[in-house]
């Protein structure tokens, strides 16, 4: 799989927002396969600076050797784990970034690599973890809950119709034998749901969908990264207990992850995704700590969405720090 390419998502409307300067520094919370860094990166050299997040190891250091490769010379700092510490990280490496990107959900290398169970289109083990290092797998999860819990996840984060009957299923057939790979979770959900006429869908994706929502807490990881952004925009530091209004990116001693005037985009692909973003960001704008940059979001033009489908449901949000 190392060598198959992501194309990044709004990469012109993502540099314009961004506006990236010579000598600034660029944090991509989510670098996939280092899409978007690669152009961000660009921008920002000479004496630019690029720092580089993901949950999955694989992703992280093709998206290192990627940045290296295609901007030579520019500094690379790179962090192994949830978007949601990358805050944390960067405050106790001294790092401060002028603009930031995440880009959420999983890259088309993940969903494309059996072996990382996402897809029910590819037979492999039912893991779905963007790091399989650390956590719970899907297989874990489906084998474990209740049913009352599963049928939540599979309404909540799936807004499958049937989740309850779905949720009754698995738990039935894992009374049978324990449910290990991706085949076998996809013929339980069919024999629920059913093909629907004339939808060329198939009947397990929403499921597969909120399991890998649950099983990555994706939601939960989305709430606390906003929560940082509207911490660092009033001027207090992402560490626990952090306080005091910052003057020119500085409170006290403390050096705060996004410098005064930082910009902030979110790429989002779905509701649940977008509700909480769009509601922060609205917030933090209200509060007068920053200014919209794409108001209403910004969507993927059609010849976009012609070569590059995943941009069809994209919606771009975006910020600029006020203090
Ligand atoms: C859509 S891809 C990013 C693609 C990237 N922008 C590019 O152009 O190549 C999303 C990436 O985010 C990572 N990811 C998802 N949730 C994460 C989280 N909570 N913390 C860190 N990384 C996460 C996934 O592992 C995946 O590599």
């Not at 034998?177 to 994706?205: C, F, H, K, N, W």
């Not at 560490?239 to 410098?259: D, F, I, N, T, Y």
């Amino acid at each position: 799989m190392s060598g198959l390419i992501h194309t990044p998502v709004l990469p012109g409307e993502v540099a314009e927002v961004l506006a990236l300067q010579p000598g600034e520094t660029y944090a991509d919370c989510t670098a996939g396969r280092g899409g978007h860094a690669a152009v961000l990166a660009a921008k920002a050299q000479p004496g630019g600076r690029v720092i580089l997040n993901d949950a999955d190891a694989s992703n992280l250091e093709f998206a290192s050797e990627h940045v290296a490769q295609q901007v030579a010379g520019i500094a690379v700092h790179r962090f192994h784990g949830n978007f949601a510490l990358l805050p944390r990280e960067m405050e106790s490496a001294g790092l401060q970034a002028d603009a930031i990107l995440a880009d959420f959900g999983f890259s088309s290398t993940q969903i494309e690599d059996p072996a990382r169970g996402f897809s029910f289109m590819r037979a492999g083990p039912l893991d779905m973890r963007f790091d399989p290092s650390r956590g719970l797998s899907a297989a874990d999860l489906v084998n474990t809950a209740s049913e009352r819990e599963l049928g939540r996840i599979l309404r909540d984060f799936g807004e499958e119709p049937a989740a309850f009957r779905v949720a009754q299923a698995i738990v039935q057939s894992r009374k049978a034998a324990p449910i290990q790979t991706t085949e076998a979770l996809a013929e339980i959900v069919r024999s629920v749901v059913g093909r629907r006429p004339g939808s060329g869908v198939d009947p397990a994706t929403k499921s597969f969908q909120a399991l890998r929502i649950a099983v990555n807490d994706e939601i939960g990881s989305i709430d606390a990264l906003l929560s940082q952004v509207l911490r660092a925009a009033k001027g207090v530091s992402g560490k626990p207990g952090g306080g005091a209004a910052r003057q020119g990116g500085e409170v006290g001693s403390e050096r705060l992850w996004l410098r005064k005037g930082a910009r902030i985009a979110f790429l989002t692909f779905h509701s649940l995704e977008d509700r909480p973003v769009k509601a922060v960001l609205a917030d933090i704008c209200k509060q007068g700590l920053a200014t919209d940059l794409a108001r209403g979001g910004i969507t993927a033009s059609d010849e976009e969405i012609r070569a590059n489908p995943r941009a069809r449901s994209a919606r771009l949000r975006a910020i600029r720090l006020n203090t």
